[in-house]
């Protein structure tokens, strides 16, 4: 047992004034998010977490736009967020669910010791009655970076990834979920 131990992100993963783009600017491959796509049968209509150079819908919010601050209303979301701040990210995409078609999250899986981790997928991820579930992905996923140069073991992160999929519910299931769960928007 570790007494006293709190766990962090990197300091690389934050900047003294937040997210660092040569950190954070990570897009997925197009392949990728496409085959989520026909795998759902309906393609993401808001990516709310882009570069207008990885964005991955026609609808996208940049930086400035600042994703947790729009409405995901009715759409069908695609998020891969800046890892410096998921915790955020994670308590965004609870308040948004209940009004989206769903969501799929792109995650580090190899932070699930963190308190964002703890609070917002542990407790719910994978139960017969929760919408949250987790799909830790095999290896590790190539991300397109701006002007990376690519060594010779490619530009693979090192850690694996998740994926967080809230699925899209009706009213009366979304009302008992978050009833029992004591949830409040």
């Known amino acids: 047992m570790l007494v006293g131990f709190k766990a962090e992100n990197h300091p690389q993963q934050t900047g003294a004034r937040g997210a660092l783009d040569e950190v954070d600017d990570r897009g997925t491959e197009p392949e990728f998010v496409r085959s ?71 995650l580090p899986a190899n932070r699930v010791e963190q308190k964002w981790w703890q609070e917002y997928v542990e407790p719910f991820r994978d139960r017969p009655e929760s919408p949250l579930r987790v799909e830790f992905l095999p290896g590790r996923m190539r991300f397109i970076r701006p002007s990376a140069v690519i060594g010779p073991k490619g530009d693979r992160p090192p850690f694996g990834c998740c994926l967080l999929i809230w699925d899209a519910w009706g009213a009366n299931a979304i009302a008992r979920f978050m009833a029992a769960e004591g949830i409040t928007t």
Request: charged share 25%.
């Open 36 to 106: 989520l796509e026909e795998r759902f049968g309906e393609p993401f209509t808001l990516d709310v977490a882009a570069a207008p150079h990885n964005a991955k819908c026609d609808r996208f919010y940049t930086r400035a736009d600042d994703g947790l601050k729009q409405s995901w209303s009715g759409e069908r979301i695609w998020c891969n967020p800046p890892y410096s701040n998921l915790g955020d990210w994670l308590a965004k995409a609870w308040q948004e669910w209940p009004t989206t078609r769903g969501i799929v999250m792109l």
